[in-house]
């Protein structure tokens, strides 16, 4: 594909944007920003977002995409718990922390049981029911989601590095899916991603 035929499907992609998409991209942008100054309006506007989303990924066969934001909204109000937590004295409990090594392995077999498990429903509904499907991409950018938002949820300073790993796989996953839109939400998301994960690591030292 030649540079014009990308810049041509881009603009045929914006035209096609409908007002859902352009809803939940600005909701996601500001949850994204909120999240980056510890505001507990990351999960108002979140759930906005999550919402929207999982209507669109359904309708475009991105079905590991739309578990994503099924769970992003589950998270959003566990994470809404935790975060707005304080103690006798009115203070918020939850601070950003990095995490311990053992945190780290923990991470990781997180983020492999789901990739292998839903790479695994991927494929098999890809042949199926989903021929549209793209299980390897699908799965990664799921996979990283789920558990940036798991340890967004804890204050972890290393959900922005799964954040990151997602936004990027999601950029070209939205964009071969026609949705230019939102993958032009997703680079933006990795540039604010990028910010928020020197931000956090800015806090979690002045704490440490």
Request: proline residues 2%; glycine residues 6%.
């Amino acid at each position: 594909m030649s540079l014009s035929d990308l810049i041509q499907q881009f603009l045929d992609g914006m035209r096609q944007t409908t007002l859902l998409e352009y809803i939940a991209v600005l909701a996601g942008i500001a949850s994204v920003w909120f999240s980056r100054v510890e505001n507990i309006w990351v999960y108002p506007t979140g759930l906005v977002n999550t919402l929207i989303y999982i209507y669109i990924s359904l309708k475009f066969h991105l079905i590991g995409e739309a578990s994503v934001n099924l769970y992003y909204s589950i998270m959003s109000v566990y994470g809404w718990i935790l975060w707005t937590r304080k103690n006798e004295q009115k203070q918020i409990l939850l601070k950003i922390r990095f995490s311990t090594g053992r945190e780290w392995l923990q991470q990781i077999a997180f983020f492999a049981c789901f990739y292998i498990g839903i790479f695994g429903a991927l494929t098999w509904l890809k042949r199926d029911f989903a021929p549209e499907a793209i299980p390897w991409g699908d799965a990664f950018a799921s996979a990283t989601a789920y558990t940036g938002m798991w340890l967004m949820a804890r204050k972890k300073v290393e959900s922005w590095y799964w954040w990151i790993a997602t936004n990027i796989a999601s950029i070209p996953l939205y964009f071969v899916k026609d949705l230019v839109f939102t993958s032009v939400y997703y680079l933006v998301l990795l540039v604010l991603a990028i910010g928020g994960l020197i931000e956090w690591k800015k806090r979690a030292s002045a704490i440490a």
